[in-house]
């Protein structure tokens, strides 16, 4: 990937073989142009969306597996500001019969290096869209998955 917003296959993260580029809004930040803590998990769910998109797998689920978000835990390690370039690593950590395990990492891309902004985990289950009761996974959904960084 270039140096613009963009998503597709990366390699510079050991384990992460997909990345997701975009930038800071103002929408995003506070009045001290720091981004909000509760907009990185809109940032994350742009990644998301992008790795989902990548993969093949319908954005939303497939019929009868619709994704809804159980968990998310966020490590904070430095502040992402207005206009930074941002990396957001994604990959499937766990694969289950019902629901999968993201792993996530953004980066703010600075001229003399990138700087670690945060990790994250998000716990997807995949649900039946009539009754919102977990469903099994659809085996061509579970090999998308496992198909770009085999989970650890």
Do not use: Q
Request: proline share 8%; no cysteine; hydrophobic share 45%.
């Amino acid at each position: 990937m270039s140096d613009s917003v963009g998503a597709g296959s990366s390699s510079r993260i050991e384990g992460f073989g997909f990345a997701a580029r975009t930038r800071v809004e103002i929408a995003d930040t506070d009045l001290g142009g720091v981004v909000y803590y509760g907009n990185y998990a809109r940032l994350l769910d742009h990644a998301v969306l992008a790795f989902r998109r990548h993969l093949g797998i319908p954005l939303m689920g497939p019929e009868d597996h619709m994704f809804m978000v159980r968990r998310l835990e966020i490590d904070y390690r430095s502040p992402a500001r207005f206009d930074d370039l941002l990396e957001i690593h994604v990959r499937a950590a766990e694969v289950g019969r019902a629901s999968h395990t993201l792993e996530a990492r953004i980066d703010a891309l600075e001229a003399d290096g990138p700087r670690h902004v945060l990790d994250a985990r998000v716990v997807l289950v995949g649900v039946r869209p009539d009754v919102i009761r977990p469903s099994p996974m659809p085996p061509p959904v579970a090999a998308a998955l496992r198909s770009l960084d085999p989970p650890i």
